[in-house]
């Protein structure tokens, strides 16, 4: 099994559905951040067969929720010197400001770099999230 070493202060996002780790790193804006990140692909879960890691060796703060529009089984680990201080897995979130994208093509939020994409849930349920834009009350969905 491949080892990559633990982190000291940061967080583990676990049980990530293989193949969606990318997503999640694009989603957080992970190859903005300057701190050192590890992505693991396909590595071995009792649960789940194949899963993705990701961890991040940094002070962060981060909506964690968000990552629920890609996979709502992520567990997030808070690391503290070395040790685990929390383990929460991410919620559904009522509301979203930024991180997603207005899918009408003539919503203002496409167009204006000042006005910030709001969104509210609007509906859920086993597969679909659904998501309505604050501004042209377009609905945007994402499969779970
Ligand atoms: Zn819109």
Not at 58 to 84: A, E, P
Request: charged content about 30%; hydrophobic content about 40%; some cysteine.
């Amino acid at each position: 099994m491949l080892e990559v070493k633990g982190i000291l202060n940061g967080v583990v996002l676990d049980h990530i559905k293989a193949g969606k780790g990318l997503e999640v790193f694009h989603m957080l804006k992970l190859n903005k951040i300057d701190a050192p990140v590890v992505l693991l692909m396909n590595v071995g879960s009792k649960d789940l067969g194949k899963k993705d890691i990701i961890k991040i060796e940094d002070k962060v703060d981060f909506n964690f929720d968000i990552l629920s529009l890609i996979d709502t089984h992520i567990t997030v680990n808070i690391i503290k010197n070395d040790k685990r201080v929390e383990k929460f897995t991410v919620e559904v979130p009522e509301e979203i400001i930024g991180h997603i994208e207005c899918k009408n093509p003539r919503c203002i939020t496409n167009f204006d770099d000042y006005v910030n994409p709001t969104f509210h849930k609007y509906a859920e349920d086993d597969k679909v999230l659904e998501y309505v834009c604050s501004f042209c009350e377009e609905i945007t969905k994402f499969k779970k």
